[in-house]
């Protein structure tokens, strides 16, 4: 039996249609909790170098730093400010989820939330009171999933077969 000739042809480049295929949902999910754990964590980083500048030019005494560094008040802009950038953090990660996977959307993106809501859980356990935390882990799984409906949706627009331009014409 003849072997075949060898391919010399050069290895197939990826089209821009492979790009859009579906990915693995442990990807998927780990591309979503790196935005939703990872950004929150860096703008709590950043708010909180801000936050230091702010109360250290304050004029406050040591002490005084100290306790305002220990606890943000929850009223103030800061962690207003921190809040609702989280929370968008949240709604991308779950939004990445959907957009990566393709199927099943809300059971990988319920994955995600759920690890993500137990990540919240455990690293906010000895800093925040109980009713507070809670409160922040449902909002972060409610984020979480609003972000996985807004990506199926994205998912389902591209899945449609483009509609005929309203000016072509009739025969």
Known sequence: MPTPPPDDSPPQRPGPDDFDAPGSPLRAVLTGLALDIGGSEVLHIVLS??????????????????AALAQWPPESVYAILGMVLGSLCSVAGGYAC???VQHDEF????????ISGLLSLALGADQTPDDMLLLYTACTVACNLLGVKYGREHNRRLARPAAPPADTPQP
């Open 107 to 114: 059971r990988s993106g319920g994955v995600m939330a759920a």
């Open 98 to 100: 959907a957009r990566i």
């Open 49 to 66: 170098v801000v936050y230091a500048v702010q109360v250290s030019t304050s004029g406050l005494s040591d002490a005084q730093m100290q």
